[in-house]
């Protein structure tokens, strides 16, 4: 991926008319018929709608020559899944379009598309350049305007054309609803193949989508809990080498590897400052675990914790102020934060059951969480001051959840009594939309790359 | 001296009374009985308007509706007015306690010296009277106790039972003689704002009570369609922005026509300003 040109973003007709306010006093008096002084405008407040899937047409992209023709239609079936997934689309079936896009620099025919009820249109092609290089570029259209609403190019090598129909999701997912999308990420996971009591876990790296598995680790050593450096494409997980358990890093380009500092005890449960230049991870010291801080930089540790429990899984604030953790220190396993730089630590998970494994999303209004309760293992999510906890989703082992870069998608693993081995699943942040992400064998231990580009 | 004495003895003692009040005051816990609390809905004009408006798009009853029943009720007992000939019947047959003690037939000489008396002074019915009602058993009341107002209060089951019948029966009552849409007859506004609630479909960044409003115009043809197309009145700038203003002009399109706005009131409607605002609006984030 090199460059990104941007053209034709701005369509004319689409600025907003800088007209004089010709409102009624009270913004939310509506005028009863009848008896509104003459010459103004009668006011209207509509305060709640109907969310529903947005119906959308992807077309197939066209092809500059016959050469690109499988590549242009893969664009096109990445995004149309891509947008199918997030549950907030629902891409029509092509089966059903009237018009057939030829030329893209066209205005589309939309009474075509009113007519099968698309609201929004996306047209686009792939051509290869003269240098060897593929273009591909992409118009969004709002059906019932008739309107662009957005159109952009992008130049890459032919082999990365899936990351192009990724950024084009992106693209079109923030358009539509206001958020940053979230299709140009990966997912590290812990792949699982043999049989349960001998299983092979190998640290795995794919595309958000489940497409292009790759294999980090031969399998050789157990790893646990890998989580990826927010701001660069390295990453950090735990691993039994020799005899004691050690946190790592891995840089995924150059898979170079190295232990995090030289401790005594087992470290564990490792994750990355917002701006990656520190890990916090739990140190095991006797019975008790506390909660330690390393520059990466100077190797530096600093002690964050210092009580005779377990504190563990430690997890930073985006903004890098706070750090939510799961102790056992008021009698069972709850959520607490404190700020950044130890000190004094308050409770604030009082919901049902035990709370473990918090996780700060990346907007930083909810923190995720594994709740137990009666033997069941629940993907929850709760606000940073302790309110509006809620269970998204139940079962028998739910477990490890991470969030997509949007905070808006939980990846999490799952496994029931009667599977071989976990899955992983993502789940809406509303607790709908519950899907089995697509991965060669059994996988654990799933973390949420921040987006590529 | 004895003043110190006095002074010594009084510190004393003071302690002594303050060393108990401290050691009793701690010796019984204080006990707090929870309290009862009451659920209270708030209902705005608006919600109870929507709560008694009726279904909007129930279909019409064809024939004589049955009445709403969300409980099958206990087989009924044969009819109750038969019951009630059948008892007074077999009264009938049985000889009436009063006519057993019907008065004995006086006596003639009787007869006279009443007769006499009748004119003199007046009548002594020797008559004997009817028979006496039985006493009513004194029933104990229960006495008032002011104290005991709890008890009383939850002797009571809930009042509000299901309707109940013979059979189930869920239909709503629209245009039913007995159903409140016939009387609460929605102005064409309403219908207006009915329709853009159902269309508008907010961009899922404002879904969690995310403050946003954006103000656009209309301008409508007599048959209910845009004349124009909608102007946005309101300035602002950003993805969330424009998705809110996207979302809302597609939901103004999807509309046409709005054949609600009747064409005698034309002139009052042929232009709105509509105020989509997020700020009430809620993911079902917070009901789960």
């Given at each position: 991926m090199t460059d990104i040109n941007r053209f034709?973003?701005?369509?004319?007709?689409?600025m907003a008319m800088s007209r004089r306010h010709l409102l009624l006093a009270g913004a939310g008096a509506v005028a009863a018929f009848g008896t509104r002084p003459a010459g103004a405008v009668l006011h209207l407040d509509i305060t709640q709608g109907t969310p529903r899937p947005m119906p959308i047409a992807i077309t197939p992209f066209v092809a500059g020559s016959p050469d690109e023709a499988q590549t242009a239609q893969g664009v096109a079936d990445v995004i149309t899944n891509n947008l199918q997934r997030s549950g907030l689309f629902a891409p029509i079936n092509?089966?059903?379009?009237i018009e057939k896009v030829t030329d893209t620099d066209r205005v589309p025919h939309f009474a075509d598309w009113r007519a099968i009820n698309a609201q929004g249109l996306v047209t686009g092609r792939v051509t290869r350049q003269s240098d060897g290089r593929l273009k591909a570029e992409f118009r969004l259209w709002d059906v019932f305007a008739g309107q662009q609403l957005d159109g952009k190019q992008y130049f890459t090598t032919p082999d990365n054309w899936r990351r192009i129909a990724h950024i084009v999701s992106d693209a079109i997912y923030q358009t539509l609803t206001g958020d940053k999308g979230y299709f140009d990420s990966r997912i590290v996971f812990v792949d699982e193949t043999g049989p349960k009591n001998r299983r092979i876990k190998r640290l795995a790296l794919m595309d958000?989508?489940?497409?292009?598995v790759r294999y980090l680790t031969d399998g050789h050593d157990l790893v646990l809990t890998p989580r990826f450096n927010p701001s660069t494409q390295e990453i950090t997980y735990m691993s039994y080498g020799r005899g004691q358990p050690k946190v790592y890093l891995l840089n995924i380009e150059t898979n170079q590897r190295e232990v995090v500092g030289n401790f005594p005890g087992m470290s564990f449960a490792p994750r990355f400052s917002p701006d990656g230049q520190r890990v916090v991870m739990s140190l095991q010291q006797g019975p008790n675990a506390n909660l330690f801080v390393m520059d990466l930089r100077s190797k530096q540790t600093t002690r964050l914790t210092d009580t005779p429990a377990i504190d563990t899984s430690p997890c930073y604030s985006p903004d890098g102020r706070f750090i939510c953790f799961e102790s056992d220190r008021g009698g069972t396993q709850q959520i607490y934060v404190m700020p950044a730089k130890g000190g004094a630590a308050q409770r604030i998970s009082f919901g049902q059951g035990r709370h473990a494994g918090p996780v700060w999303s990346p907007r930083g209004d909810y923190i995720a969480f594994t709740g137990i309760t009666g033997g069941q293992f629940s993907i929850g999510v709760l606000k940073p001051d302790g309110s509006g906890e809620r269970i998204l989703t139940e079962g028998f082992h739910n477990e490890g959840p991470t969030w997509a870069p949007n905070g808006r998608v939980i990846m999490f693993f799952s496994d029931n009594p009667g599977d071989a081995g976990p899955h992983l699943f993502t789940i809406d942040l509303?607790?709908?939309n519950k899907l089995k992400e697509p991965t060669p064998s059994f996988a654990s231990d799933p973390a949420w790359s921040p987006l590529l580009s | 001296m004895q003043f110190r004495t006095a002074s010594a003895i009084s510190t004393g003692l003071h302690a002594a009374v303050l060393l108990w009040a401290v050691v009793s005051f701690t010796g019984t816990p204080f006990k707090s009985t929870p309290a009862q609390s009451l659920p209270v809905d708030l209902v705005s004009e608006k919600e109870f308007s929507q709560m008694t408006k009726g279904v909007k798009h129930a279909p019409k009853p064809v024939k004589k509706p049955k009445p709403v029943v969300e409980k099958i009720d206990k087989p009924k007992p044969e009819d109750l007015k038969a019951k009630i000939t059948k008892k007074q019947k077999v009264k009938a047959t049985v000889p009436k306690p009063e006519e057993k003690a019907a008065p004995p037939k006086p006596d003639p000489t009787a007869k006279e010296i009443k007769k006499q008396k009748k004119k003199t002074q007046k009548v002594v019915h020797n008559e004997p009277l009817p028979p006496r009602r039985p006493p009513i058993p004194h029933k104990k009341r229960p006495k008032f106790n002011p104290d005991k107002i709890a008890a009383l209060l939850n002797r009571?089951?809930?009042q509000r039972h299901s309707i109940t019948g013979a059979a189930l029966n869920r239909e709503p009552t629209l245009g039913a003689a007995k159903a409140t849409a016939a009387h609460l007859s929605q102005s064409e506004l309403d219908a207006l704002r009915d329709r853009l609630i159902a269309l508008w479909n907010p961009p899922v960044a404002m879904r969690n009570g995310e403050r946003m409003r954006i103000t656009i115009r209309i301008r409508f043809r007599r048959d209910g369609t845009l004349e124009i197309g909608p102007q946005v009145i309101t300035h602002g700038s950003g993805p969330r922005f424009n998705a809110l203003r996207d979302s809302a002009v597609r939901a103004v399109f999807l509309g046409q026509p709005y054949s609600m706005l009747k064409p005698k009131h034309y002139d009052i409607w042929k232009e709105i300003d509509f105020t989509f605002d997020t700020s009430q609006m809620y993911d079902d984030i917070a009901t789960h």
């Open positions: 034709a973003a701005n369509p004319p007709g689409r092509p089966e059903a379009f958000q989508d489940g497409y292009g509303s607790g709908r | 009571r089951d809930p």
